[in-house]
């Protein structure tokens, strides 16, 4: 196959042409199923005749992807895939487009970044450009510009939505003095910065321009922790998890600028969302409003709750303990727990039990609980407050619908500030709902003190959001995981205890904490997971397995794994302010390899995260909400649940701040215990907190030492790894290909071996 342009030195020209082909050639341009494509429809480039070889010189695996069958003439030989994307004009010409492995899908669309590439080079003043994707879950568009004179981002944002779609909009635009080349004269894409490497310089900031621009900075940089943001500064680059977007949504919200979370991880920068708030239609979401009442169906987690019957259902809560200032009145906290009571509908829930439970929306209006210590000894304060907290978290009655206590602790004029303690049955309330339920108080304290009135529209309801849920369990997309699923609960082994032990209360149990030290959890956060396009998650879960896998001495870890439950998969529903409970809990099995490198094994455990459909939804669905007896057994001995940040709960508010007394416990000691451990990561005091909780009745303390201090140790190196890689490393799913392939086969194709890649081999 023979094509060929003839070069003019004295055009620019805006795309590569290739050429018109040869008579007597054989050239081909095919879509994914090896289909003719018709004149102005990209396609892969294939070439044939008798110049094309048989094949790769002693690699058969290789030869036999890359020369194919003749797919249109029988006997016709074989076929060439050059894996370059091409379009034929109605001139005749072809033009590269990139590469067909450079194609990813962003927002349900197929995008080639080479298209873009095309068309930002005819903006004037641009002088080279080359446009790549960055991924984790969501692709993004990475647009690295050489200009001739100034780089202005705006000129060149303007310049590309005149004439291509959003979903074809770059995410970053990065200046470069000139593009790195391989020794071939080839784009060195490898060598290419990563937006991290770029974003929250000093020198790269540029101020906001306008009203809504400076209050989605302002929002970001509390939630964030820093002391300024950029408009152009990336999101998650700064430490933005998918927990912080739901936070700045939800704030955004309040503020007036409607948005959604995919919106947070379509544009990643204070100027791209700048444009959506503007552009978003909020008339379609369905959001019940007023004071609800009549029945709510139960949840997935809420059916696991109600699995364990027992006479301590009503013990079973989530609390917080806050510093209170002086100047908040009793009349003022009235007020505001009335308010909260009316637009949080899941906290009047109250629960009937006949042949199964039931649940429904009550009346309760929000009583505010008074303890006068004022006039006690300081020192005797800690106790005293433990006490009126525990006797407070053992009072309420899910059967009566009292799921909240609010309790005002007024404490010696010589003590700085009162005390708030509020206790809510978790059956009502998770960790994303207490950021929610803290910001709410906080803003309408403000509006107290500042005489203004509250006009705020609810987010969907819990009632919306199961109802859509239910609605969602009975499509094919999950129905089709239920194979998915019990493959991966039939594998499951227990793990091994020093004392042999059943039906243990939570009066046996006792934590092991660890701590990351400052310095590697902003790594953690902000940096290392650019290299591999991880989340924090995926290097915690990795060596949780790592350190699983070691002292079981199996190579197959089975991990109960708690997410938010908050994913943005059902249409129409905004639950960024809806306090309830809705945690996805799901079961997840890594094969841990041995005797690999860090980046293997990160690939490793990255990929086979990538490969859990739905983010673990579908299992809940399928066994509370279709009843699907195959997924009843048993599936994990150890919980794993990420928190995220808690500095930015009550960091910013006027009236509050966390309390350091013990509040009690937040379940009843003689609940029985499920899991044989609980892990939990907490980011606080700006230091990630390890938190295992296990029964003295069936671990020896210093087993359980031994394996925090492993985790740590485990997940030191990984940062530690990450931090000192050089150049960025990508897995199947970065090009949505994750169970197409393998990371190992992915690296044979680009030629990437563990010596040129990795620092060395680990044991553990």
């Known amino acids: 196959g023979k094509l060929l342009h003839r070069i003019q030195r004295d055009i620019k020209y805006d795309i590569i042409p290739i050429g018109r082909i040869f008579s007597a050639s054989e050239v081909y341009i095919v879509n994914a199923q090896q289909q003719l494509c018709p004149p102005g429809v990209s396609g892969e480039l294939l070439i044939g005749g008798a110049g094309v070889s048989p094949g790769y010189l002693h690699q058969p695996e290789l030869s036999a992807t890359k020369f194919i069958t003749h797919p249109f003439i ?82 060149l944002q303007t310049y590309l939505k005149d004439r291509l779609p959003d979903y074809m909009q770059p995410s970053f635009y990065i200046p470069l003095p000139s593009l790195p080349l391989t020794s071939n004269g080839k784009i060195d894409r490898r060598s290419l910065p990563s937006p991290a490497t770029v974003a929250g310089k000093s020198d790269n900031y540029v101020a906001p321009r306008n009203e809504i621009e400076e209050q989605l900075a302002v929002i970001w940089a509390g939630l964030l922790n820093v002391e300024r943001v950029g408009i152009y500064d990336n999101f998650f680059e700064l430490g933005g998890d998918s927990i912080v977007v739901i936070q700045a949504v939800s704030r955004a919200k309040r503020k007036g600028l409607h948005l959604q979370v995919q919106d947070m991880f379509d544009y990643q920068t204070v100027a791209g969302l700048a444009d959506m708030v503007r552009q978003n239609n909020i008339s379609s979401l369905k959001a019940e409003q007023g004071l609800l009442t009549g029945n709510c169906e139960l949840s997935p987690i809420q059916h696991w709750f109600f699995e364990q019957e027992n006479s301590r259902l009503s013990y079973f809560n989530q609390s917080i303990l806050l510093q209170l200032g002086k100047d908040v009145t009793s009349d003022e906290l009235h007020i505001v727990f009335h308010e909260i009571l009316l637009k949080h509908d899941a906290l009047r829930f109250v629960y009937t039990k006949n042949a199964v439970w039931e649940q429904l929306y009550g009346n309760n209006e929000g009583k505010l609980e008074e303890v006068d210590l004022s006039v006690i000894e300081m020192e005797q304060l800690p106790g005293l407050i433990t006490e009126v907290c525990s006797r407070f978290q053992a009072s309420l009655d899910i059967e009566k619908g009292e799921l909240v206590r609010f309790v005002v602790i007024r404490t010696p004029g010589s003590d700085e500030d009162d005390r708030l303690f509020i206790a809510v049955h978790h059956l009502a309330i998770d960790g994303v709902s207490w950021r929610i339920l803290i910001d709410d108080m906080q803003n309408r304290l403000d509006y107290l003190k500042e005489n203004k009135d509250v006009v705020e529209l609810k987010t969907s309801s819990y009632r919306d959001w199961i109802n859509a849920l239910i609605a969602f369990s009975n499509t094919e997309r999950v129905t089709s995981q239920l194979t998915y699923w019990e493959n991966v609960l039939g594998a499951f082994r227990p793990l091994p205890v020093d004392i042999k032990r059943n039906g243990v209360l939570r009066k046996s149990l006792t934590t092991v904490e660890t701590a990351l030290d400052s310095e590697l959890t902003a790594a953690l956060l902000r940096e290392v997971n650019q290299v591999y396009n991880t989340e924090v998650n995926d290097l915690l879960l990795c060596a949780l397995g790592m350190t699983v896998a070691a002292w079981s001495g199996s190579d197959q870890v089975h991990i109960g794994l708690e997410s938010h439950g908050r994913e943005d998969i059902l249409p129409d529903i905004d639950i960024t302010g809806t306090v309830g409970w809705f945690t996805n809990k799901f079961p997840v099995r890594l094969d841990i390899e041995r005797h690999v490198s860090e980046g293997s094994l990160i690939k490793s455990v990255k990929e086979q995260l990538r490969s859990i459909p739905d983010k673990g939804i579908g299992y809940g669905c399928l066994r509370y909400l279709n009843n699907a007896t195959s997924l009843r057994n048993n599936s994990w001995d150890i919980v794993f649940n990420y928190l995220g940040q808690l500095d930015n709960v009550v960091k910013s508010s006027r009236w509050f701040k966390g309390a350091n007394e013990y509040s009690g416990d937040h379940i009843s000691p003689e609940y029985p215990v499920r899991d044989r451990f609980v892990v939990k990561g907490i980011v606080t005091g700006n230091t990630l907190k390890i938190y295992w909780t296990f029964s003295s009745e069936q671990y020896y303390s210093s087993t359980v030492e031994k394996l925090a201090a492993d985790y740590i140790a485990h997940l030191t190196a990984l940062i530690r790894h990450c931090s000192n890689k050089e150049q960025k490393a990508i897995t199947p799913s970065d090009f949505g290909l994750n169970g197409k392939i393998d990371y190992k086969e992915l690296d044979a194709l680009l030629g990437i071996t563990e010596s040129e890649d990795e620092d060395g081999i680990i044991k553990f």
């Open 74 to 155: 029988r006997d016709g030989g074989r076929l060439y895939r050059t894996g370059d994307l091409v379009r034929r004009l109605p001139s005749g010409e072809i033009i590269f487009l990139g590469r067909v492995d450079d194609q990813v899908k962003i927002r349900g669309y197929r995008v080639e970044p080479g298209e873009v590439s095309r068309v930002l080079s005819g903006c004037e003043g641009v002088h080279q450009c080359v446009v790549t994707t960055e991924s984790t879950d969501q692709p993004r568009l990475i647009a690295y510009v050489v200009m001739e004179g100034v780089f202005d981002q705006e000129v």
